[in-house]
């Protein structure tokens, strides 16, 4: 298992798990298209792109070509590195038949080649591990989600720390557990209350 401080952007769920099993990164799946009309998710790739910088790993056909292609005419601000899986002829082991072009996309590809196709790009393991203990329950307990203000708490969070504004709670969970822990979380929290007389 390799630590990538950068964010990984995939296509699909089980490329998302495969990637997993082999990298501890954030990973930010585009449901294929669906990147297209998710502003959402665009910010928060925006985000990644100028905090920690992006790896764009799509399919190595001509729908992989077009996702690629989308997100980095979408970004215009940060850092982009583009790993290429190979063109390997195949089908994955859960479908019942090969992809349109007959490639094995990265849910399929063989996690040495995987690994190889980071290297090639120059992706190395960052040394730093941090892990995060925030989760929903944290968001709750400080008043970030739950309660009728909750909303507005979120947003002065998100501004604070010049993270995107459409963000789902499920979303800046993701975001905050890259940044910092509970105890850190509480703390700004409670700060952004005292300057806005207990929100």
């Known amino acids: 298992m390799i630590k990538i401080s950068e964010a990984i952007i995939v296509e699909g769920k089980y490329d ?20 297209f009309k998710d502003a959402e998710k665009l910010e928060l790739i925006r985000y990644y792109a100028k905090k920690t910088g992006i790896i764009i790993l799509t399919d190595s056909d001509e729908a992989g070509r077009k996702i690629r292609g989308y997100i980095k005419s979408a970004v215009s601000d940060g850092r982009i590195t583009n790993v290429y899986i190979p063109d390997i002829f195949g089908k994955e082991k859960r ?17 040495s080649i995987l690994l190889e196709a980071f290297k090639k ?25 739950g309660s009728s203000n909750s909303r507005e708490l979120r947003a002065r969070l998100q501004e604070k720390l010049g993270l995107p504004h459409q963000l789902s709670a499920g979303a800046l969970i993701e975001v ?12 700004i929290t409670n700060q952004i209350k005292e300057d806005n007389n207990g929100i």
């Open 16 to 35: 998302k798990i495969k990637l997993s099993s082999i990298v501890d990164a954030v990973i930010i799946i585009t449901n294929g298209f669906g990147i």
């Open 121 to 145: 790009s120059g992706i190395t393991a960052s040394e730093e591990k941090k892990t995060s203990d925030i989760t929903k329950l944290t968001l709750y307990e400080l008043g970030l989600s």
């Open 176 to 187: 905050l557990c890259t940044m910092m822990d509970s105890s850190e979380l509480k703390r």
């Open 95 to 111: 479908k019942i038949k090969p992809s349109a072009e007959g490639k094995l996309g990265v849910e399929g590809i063989d996690t």
